[in-house]
T-cell receptor, first 113, second 116 residues
Framework: QQQVKQSPQSLIVQKGGISIINCAYENTAFDYFPWYQQFPGKGPALLIAINPDVSEKKEGRFTISFNKSAKQFSLHIMDSQPGDSATYFCAASEAGGYNKLIFGAGTRLAVHP | GAVVSQHPSWVICKSGTSVKIECRSLDFQATTMFWYRQFPKQSLMLMATSNEGSKATYEQGVEKDKFLINHASLTLSTLTVTSAHPEDSSFYIC????????????FGPGTRLTVL
């Protein structure tokens, strides 16, 4: 019940295209869903996060879509650029305790020029 | 704002020695810090949760006597890998959550540990 399943494992997109990464969860107690971007040899950086009260959140070229009934959420990267090439992790956390993050397996995105 | 630093950024040590990694929140106070380990091309694995002034909470399967965690102040947590062996070679990353509340974890740049 603690798992967060992420797909695809890797993704190749042409410059200017839309990158879509999906995550699914089982634990209905999760109430915070962030996405992190990680470049090789660096720590993850928070991109955007959402809570279950909203179905979509947009920040610049990055959008989270959230489907509470399906227990799924996704990251859309519009107008993908070569500089977006990185590994993306979805995560989930529940209220209470220390708000530990449960990470997905990661998606390696390559944006080709 | 919300910057987390780690020191050192990389370290090479001989098998059997101990290595200490520092994690600092530079511009905020962090009641809770987290330590992760990441193997190549894998996700982040939470090792332990560190709270200022109290004992760390370790995840199942993580040896608390091998990975010593100290959170002595609201801006500093340390991870000591004791009697390191080659299988401990990994990328160690800390994160910090602000004392002001909220879920957001800010991650450090990571420490690459290589044990020969």
């Amino acid at each position: 019940q603690q798992q967060v399943k992420q797909s695809p494992q890797s993704l190749i997109v042409q410059k200017g295209g839309i990158s879509i990464i999906n995550c699914a969860y089982e634990n209905t107690a999760f109430d915070y869903f962030p996405w992190y971007q990680q470049f090789p040899g660096k720590g993850p950086a928070l991109l955007i996060a959402i809570n279950p009260d909203v179905s979509e959140k947009k920040e610049g070229r990055f959008t989270i879509s959230f489907n509470k009934s399906a227990k799924q959420f996704s990251l859309h990267i519009m107008d993908s650029q070569p500089g977006d090439s990185a590994t993306y992790f979805c995560a989930a956390s529940e209220a209470g305790g220390y708000n530990k993050l449960i990470f997905g397996a990661g998606t390696r995105l390559a944006v080709h020029p | 704002g919300a910057v987390v630093s780690q020191h050192p950024s990389w370290v090479i040590c001989k098998s059997g020695t101990s290595v200490k990694i520092e994690c600092r929140s530079l511009d905020f106070q962090a009641t809770t810090m987290f330590w992760y380990r990441q193997f190549p091309k894998q996700s982040l694995m939470l090792m332990a949760t560190s709270n200022e002034g109290s004992k760390a909470t370790y995840e199942q399967g993580v040896e608390k006597d091998k990975f010593l965690i100290n959170h002595a102040s609201l801006t500093l947590s340390t991870l000591t890998v004791t009697s390191a062996h080659p299988e401990d070679s990994s990328f160690y990353i800390c994160s910090a959550r602000s004392s002001g509340g909220g879920y957001t974890q800010y991650f450090g740049p990571g420490t690459r540990l290589t044990v020969l």
